[in-house]
């Protein structure tokens, strides 16, 4: 059992090129890859590296409130793997079933994100932990945004490692219910609880904590106040013209060469 909870094995995840908690990892991109608009993928990719990024966001498969809102495109998929060719720059994307793990492992995608809604679906974390055993494949799990302890979450953690690949991120994104003006209650400031009691690197999303574009790098500097090792950031060359979150909440590169200037320098003062 590697257990996360432990201090027995203090392992250190790599990711982008950074060793988690001696670099602040910057993970920028849109929150979903549009399909029929595969060069503003490419475009935003390219911007983002130039703004300091050492990995790629994009959803393929999106978990919508409603059915009838558009629910991804595996051809987003080849998108976002081209996107990370022409950058050398790894890439994130959402899983939410068996079928889909497979095609994103199949395609090379670097790491897997477990979102807010499937953050207890245990039967998912246990797919997803025996079929990374043995890669370097590198996993983002969300906090459920159903308010819960701490330790509903780490274990939730657990469930991926016990198959023996031990790259597991948490990412802090926001509970509910919301604080009033928010998308979400901002949760950043669980960050040292979750450090306290596990070497799992902690990167904070603030994108969906807070769910409005202005806000994001406040919440994204006390992230690193609170000791994050890392931020993954809606960002967007078109916020306007993106698709799910992006015209809420996505910033766009040079907000985010701002952002990441300002959060390095708290960094550098912890
Ligand atoms: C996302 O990252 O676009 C997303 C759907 O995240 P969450 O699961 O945190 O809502
Ligand atoms: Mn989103």
């Given at each position: 059992l590697l257990d996360i909870r432990s201090g027995l094995n203090n392992h250190?995840?790599?990711?982008?090129?950074?060793?988690?908690?001696?670099?602040?990892?910057?993970?920028?991109?849109?929150?979903?890859?549009?399909p029929k608009?595969?060069?503003?993928?490419?475009?935003?990719?390219?911007?983002?590296?130039?703004?300091?990024?050492?990995a790629l966001r994009g959803g393929v498969w999106k978990p919508r409130t409603n059915p009838y809102s558009y629910q991804g495109d595996a051809k987003a998929l080849e998108i976002l793997m081209?996107?990370?060719?022409?950058?050398?720059?790894?890439?994130n994307a959402e899983v939410m079933d068996e079928e889909q793990l497979d095609l994103a492992l199949d395609a090379g995608?670097?790491?897997?994100?477990?979102?807010?809604?499937?953050?207890?679906?245990?039967?998912?974390?246990?797919?997803?932990?025996?079929?990374?055993?043995?890669?370097?494949?590198?996993?983002?799990?969300?906090?459920?945004?159903?308010?819960?302890?701490?330790?509903?979450?780490?274990?939730a953690a657990e469930?991926?490692?016990t198959f023996g690949n031990p790259n597991v991120i948490l990412c802090p994104r926001g509970t509910l219910p919301g604080l009033e003006g928010y998308r979400n209650h901002p949760?950043?400031?669980?960050?040292?609880?979750?450090?306290?009691?596990?070497?799992?690197p902690v990167v904070v999303d603030?994108?969906?904590?807070?769910?409005?574009?202005?806000?994001?790098?406040?919440?994204?500097?006390?992230?690193?106040?609170?000791?994050a090792d890392g931020l993954c950031i809606e960002s967007n060359i078109d916020p306007m013209g993106?698709?799910?979150?992006?015209?809420?909440q996505a910033i766009t590169p040079e907000a985010f060469a701002r952002l990441a200037k300002k959060c390095r320098a708290i960094w550098d003062l912890r």
């Open positions: 250190r995840v790599v990711f982008g090129g950074v060793e988690l908690g001696k670099q602040l990892l910057l993970i920028g991109g849109h929150c979903t890859v549009d608009q595969p060069n503003k993928f490419y475009e935003t990719a390219d911007a983002l590296k130039e703004a300091g990024v050492q081209e996107a990370s060719r022409r950058t050398g720059l790894p890439v995608v670097h790491m897997l994100q477990v979102g807010t809604r499937n953050a207890l679906n245990y039967s998912l974390l246990r797919q997803i932990g025996k079929k990374i055993a043995g890669r370097d494949t590198v996993v983002l799990l969300k906090r459920g945004r159903h308010l819960g302890p701490v330790n509903e979450f780490i274990s469930y991926i490692v949760d950043e400031s669980i960050t040292p609880l979750l450090k306290e009691r596990t070497w799992a603030p994108s969906h904590s807070v769910g409005k574009s202005t806000y994001v790098e406040a919440c994204s500097m006390a992230a690193v106040a609170y000791g993106g698709l799910g979150d992006d015209p809420k």
